[in-house]
């Protein structure tokens, strides 16, 4: 009998701890093959492991839970946690997969494993677009997105508007902000600014690359596997990571 595996991605961790805790009490047969504390991580480990289960903190630093959900592999059942209840729990009482609220209770996790037991015995595939276009109704990060990048070129301090960057690549201890006509850098790191870039707008391409999708002329295919973007008016190509070609899918 195949033994059932999972990913648990929570960035809190006497959360993280207890959430491990409870899933070997509960379900001692389930073996946790990655622990992770942010969404990049979680969202390499799903695509390294190809896991039945994983559990995903909807907020999370760098990629959010729903972002990781978007690119996780099709055989892969999510349950969401968070601590904030204004999304519509109620619209997952009936999915293919589960919601639930922290603190965790036992009895609330126990009910949600019994249910994905049922649903990896009867070889039930994942689902997730019904539950994520549910999540997409919930609220908005707008308030917290920016609008300026405030870089440096030399000794001088520029102020570039967030439409004007085709792209953002880590560069050691800086990242590089790149316009059409210009580049300067800025100390924030990807997995923090990502945070607060529209992802309707901006996708991470790369642990090292964030580009504005609209900027994006094609992405090819090397010899060697690898995939390497090209973008419009800029003569720069950026890496693309597997676990981001999901977003390429059909282009």
Known sequence: MKIPTAVVAEDEAPQHAELCRLLGALWPELRVIASCEDGLTALEAL?????????????MPGVSGLEVARGAPRTTHIVFTTAHDEYAIEAFERGAIDYLLKPISRERLELSLQRLRERLAAGDPADMSAALAMLKAGPSRAQNRIRWITATIGNTTRMFPIEDVLFFRAQDKYTRVVTAGDEAQIRMPLKELIGVLDPDEFW???RSAIVRAAAIHSVRRQDDGKWLLKLKGHGEELPVSSVFQHQFRGM
């Open 47 to 59: 695509h390294e492991h190809q896991p039945d289960v994983a559990f995903l903190d909807i907020r």
């Open 204 to 206: 991470q391409v790369h």
